[in-house]
């Protein structure tokens, strides 16, 4: 049966129409000019992104997983290697790992933040190990002091996946700005989203920003002068130009979004079957999304009875990527990320959500709860 639904996961409609008349002036000069691939609201949101991150380079690229896909590379990981991760992430982050011929090899998460554990990275680092690629999911910053530690340890990079922290930080620094490369998504959805695909490079070395700007455009600088096998992964004109308004806007959106968390937090904290997403005092979580637990095998059924009510959630993720038919020969048995993945439960979150919404989302969520 289909159940209408009343309150969305995402409602970006406020932002687009606050935006509306800057966001029609940017589009309309864009189509007004006839250039549409790497032009100069390309070349002025990656000098602007840069600026706001604190990095020297930032490329703009067609997707997240192209970022990820072309900053690896770039970064030199190759078929062989081994690049160590979480396997509680969108599948993206691994796939990227696969698609350049080099194997994922998964650290089980850390049960309060659903971040990779940094306490058992060691463990899996061998020779063949090129990079660590830690991902800050939901928003929540990775331990990056512990990462960047055992990096320079056994000297291997860090690309850091930033897809669904945009503007995020650990001990006042920004996320994306720690490893020697990192990823990001403008996917609509995200804190800072387009209006359709698009994705970002950043980095402080020239040789990998070279390398990735030569990769994103059939492996030219010059047209016509193809020095590497590449890709086609420009990010487009009018996506850039929407980015460049919404830009100036992410610090605000941002607190919006802990504010609203917030209010989930003081009202559901003491629920003996929640548990509500810790915030590092170390980090700046941006709430991407904001995930809690249902304990005691009850998330299917509170699920499914908010869906009946109207409100819309969702599970990131149900399956965890070790247990994927494309990584299941690897054979791994990871606790707590097979844990999380029965409990976990996203609840409707954008930056102007109502105080009357989140009243709704909280009365219908203990309501579900009580007969269980």
Known sequence: MNHKIKIPICDLSSETNSLWEELTEE????LKSGQ?????????FEEEIADYLGVKHAIGVNSG???LVIGLRSAGVCAGDEVVTTPFTFFATAEAIALLGATPVFVDIDPKTFNINVEQIEEKITPRTKALLPVHLFGHSCDMDRIMGLARSYRIQVIEDVAQ????QYNGKKLGTFGAVS???FFPSKNLGAYGDGGLIATNFSDIAQTAMKLRSHGSIKKYHNELI???SRLDELQAAILRVKLPHIEEMNEKRRKAAHRYSEALAAHPSIQTPWEDPDGKHVYHQYTVRIKHGKRNAVQEALTKAGISTMI???????KLPVFASLKYSLKETEKAAEEVLSLPIWPDISVETQLQVIQQLEKALLPL
């Open 27 to 30: 589009i309309q000069a864009v």
């Open 183 to 185: 990823a990001f998504s």
């Open 230 to 232: 590449g890709y086609n």
């Open 65 to 67: 997983t192209d970022a």
């Open 36 to 44: 549409f691939i790497m032009g100069p609201k390309v070349t002025g």
């Open 316 to 322: 990131y993720y149900p399956v965890p990527v070790h």
């Open 165 to 168: 922290a945009f503007g995020g």
